[in-house]
């Protein structure tokens, strides 16, 4: 060791004083694990300051009581108990009041004057450095350390006292899994099975029994571990009831409240284990440290928001995926009838979005205020949108969102035998569908507007849409003047419209609202029980397409508003309005307008303006996809190559039904 970190650390140790204020106590304690700790980078190094300090106290009768006093005034002043048994869970049961909790551990700082024990261990042991040299501490050190720290009067009746904040841990969290097991959002949730077996109920009295048995002078061994087992077995019962709910969450909706409440039982059960092994330890000493690096990691996890929304959101994502994915697959064709019927819906939607840009057109008249023009604009876009949906036609901006999730669903097929095939084959089916939707909405929404526009000039002798306003659509749409980028975030606006969808119709099945339109008394009075039954049935079908149509409606509409109140400058670029546009746009310049290189700038920016936004609010979907499928793994090399297979071989497959789909 250098002489430099000696005189260091004698510096530090002449600083130590039991009889200091709560605060300056803390204040050393963090200082001399900060020595320790040196510059983070060296596992070795950090436990050679250890060994350094032991010695340094071994040595000096004086520096070891001054150091056995300290560090008995710092542990009385704290409850080892709560951290030990609570450290790393949510005092409140709501994860986003979790979710503020460590917004305020992030934004405020640490306050050393406390006697809250897990609060000072973050302060002192906060980083995944800590964990890695507390692991790297060998048996020999730590008892030596042990010995320093602990007065000779204590050295027989210490691991008691240890062995009592243990127990009282274990009964403090049994306490607390008691409560989430019968709270009555979980226990209505859970089988009948689970139910009858009541392994709640016992499980206070088996904490006690073993708390019993452990602190006992007198104790057995043959009872003590007859007692340990019970209590194994009641934690495993415990725990396999709490697992029954997520049966429950298959076919009735997830909530995000009920997923961190099952995290945080599931946790705590797993704390109880470690206690558990930590009270049995025949080498007390060394199972705290390891305690004590684990709980590190622990207090890391605690501050992360990510981790709280990963973890607690994993599971609603996986749901929304999967109705999606339900969704999605109808929107893929994968034979010849099935894409000619697509380019037919598609074709329906484009005339509906014909009147959808008319109409928009019209609404620039009226010269509403900011606010008011995108949200008349967004009530229009909500109910051609609707209107195509009751129809049954297509839009094919709308589909990349659904589809993902269908198509990630057979990612988790890959290593079987035919899989990679299977999986290229469901991309060439979805690009070629995607071609199909936009032909249909394309070729279809152009000659439409074309058409009622010429038909509405000569009705009243004037375009639907002045020669300027022409020029500012024609303008606008130019591949450098920010089209592209629109094009992207209108992706993006696609898919949290899905987002949106998946989370309304899980909210709708969670609650069994359509139970509730079927069966409530005032309901079935005013509507007859018939009209309920068909309202129940249809809202339960359609939810999720009328929450996305309308949502992705309302966002169209509104977010340049919004965006250009704060200045951002961000508009949308939907392919098929902006066909139309243009089409109302040539309408109104005349023939000439094909001789204006702008104009045909503005045209050879519609495929990439479609592109983009199919292509991001795909990627998007499929990434949630992913994440909620747990695909990990997968040979990405194999697909690729099977897929620049595909198009080297069979590259019209991606546009157009071949012959073995027919």
Request: with cysteine.
């Amino acid at each position: 060791m250098k002489s430099a970190d000696s005189l260091s650390l004698t510096k530090l140790l002449s600083t130590v004083d039991p009889k200091s204020s709560l605060a300056r106590r803390n204040l050393q304690l963090i200082a001399l694990l900060d020595w320790v700790r040196g510059d983070g980078k060296s596992v070795e190094l950090a436990t050679a300051r250890v060994a350094e300090l032991v010695t340094l106290a071994e040595q000096s009768p004086v520096l070891r009581e001054r150091l056995q006093l300290w560090w008995r005034a710092i542990t009385q002043s704290v409850d080892i108990t709560m951290l030990l048994a609570d450290f790393g869970f949510a005092q409140r049961t709501s994860m986003f009041s979790e979710l503020a909790e460590r917004l305020r551990y992030k934004l405020l700082p640490t306050n050393p004057d406390t006697i809250d024990a897990s609060e000072l261990f973050m302060s002192a042991l906060h980083s995944e450095f800590d964990a890695r040299w507390l692991n790297a501490l060998d048996e020999s050190l730590i008892q030596r350390l042990s010995r320093i720290l602990t007065p000779d009067s204590e050295q027989g009746d210490g691991s008691t006292r240890w062995h009592v904040a243990l127990a009282d841990a274990i009964t403090y969290c049994a306490g607390n899994i008691l409560a989430t097991g019968f709270a009555p959002e979980l226990r209505l949730r859970m089988t009948d099975e689970a139910r009858e077996e009541q392994p709640f109920h016992e499980l206070i009295s088996d904490a006690e029994s073993l708390r019993i048995e452990v602190l006992h002078p007198l104790r057995t061994s043959d009872r003590l571990n007859g007692t340990v087992a019970r209590f194994r077995e009641r934690l495993d019962a415990c725990r396999n009831a709490a697992n029954s709910v997520y049966s429950h969450f298959e076919d009735n909706g997830i909530s995000v409240g009920l997923v961190f409440r099952l995290r945080q039982l599931r946790a705590r059960i797993l704390r109880v284990r470690e206690l558990l092994e930590c009270l049995l330890s025949p080498k007390p000493d060394v199972a705290a440290v390891k305690l004590l690096s684990r709980l590190v990691n622990v207090g890391l996890e605690r501050r992360s928001l990510r981790a709280l929304m990963t973890a607690n959101s994993s599971l609603l994502a996986a749901k929304m995926a999967e109705r999606n994915a339900e969704t999605g697959s109808h929107y893929i064709t994968r034979s010849a009838s099935e894409y000619f019927s697509m380019v037919k819906k598609a074709a329906g939607g484009g005339l509906v979005m014909a009147f959808t840009t008319l109409i928009k057109f019209w609404l620039y008249t009226l010269a509403f205020s900011a606010f008011w023009s995108g949200f008349w604009a967004g009530t229009n876009y909500a109910i051609s949108f609707v209107l195509v949906q009751l129809l049954h036609f297509t839009v094919a901006t709308k589909q990349p969102a659904m589809t993902a999730p269908a198509m990630a669903a057979k990612l988790k097929d890959i290593d079987d035998e035919g899989g990679e095939t299977a999986f290229v084959d469901e991309v060439a089916h979805l690009v070629r569908s995607q071609v199909a939707a936009i032909l249909g909405n394309v070729l279809v929404v152009f000659p439409a507007v074309l058409g009622m526009t010429l038909l509405l000039a000569q009705a009243f002798g004037h375009s639907a849409i002045s020669e300027k306003e022409a020029l500012h659509v024609i303008e606008s749409l130019k591949p450098w003047g920010g089209s592209l980028l629109f094009a992207a975030f209108t992706g993006v606006l696609l898919f949290t419209s899905s987002i949106f969808a998946g989370w309304v119709e899980n909210w709708f099945v969670l609650h069994r609202l359509d139970a509730a339109i079927h069966y409530n008394p005032r309901i079935t009075r005013a509507l007859g029980a018939a009209r309920a039954t068909r309202c129940a049935r249809f809202l339960r079908d359609n939810l999720s397409g009328l929450a996305a149509n309308i949502s992705l409606g309302f966002m169209l509409g509104l977010a340049p508003v919004f965006a250009a109140f704060f200045g951002l400058g961000l508009d949308v670029r939907h392919v098929t309005l902006s066909t139309g546009q243009m089409a109302a746009a040539a309408a109104a310049l005349g023939q000439d307008v094909v001789h204006q290189p702008a104009f045909w700038w503005s045209m050879a920016t519609l495929p990439f303006i479609g592109a983009l936004n199919v292509l991001v609010s795909f990627y998007l979907a499929f990434r949630l996809a992913l994440r909620a499928q747990n695909v990990t793994g997968v040979e990405r090399s194999r697909i690729y190559s099977a897929l620049r297979h595909r198009i080297l071989h069979a590259p019209l497959s991606f546009f157009a039904p071949t012959r073995r789909n027919v």
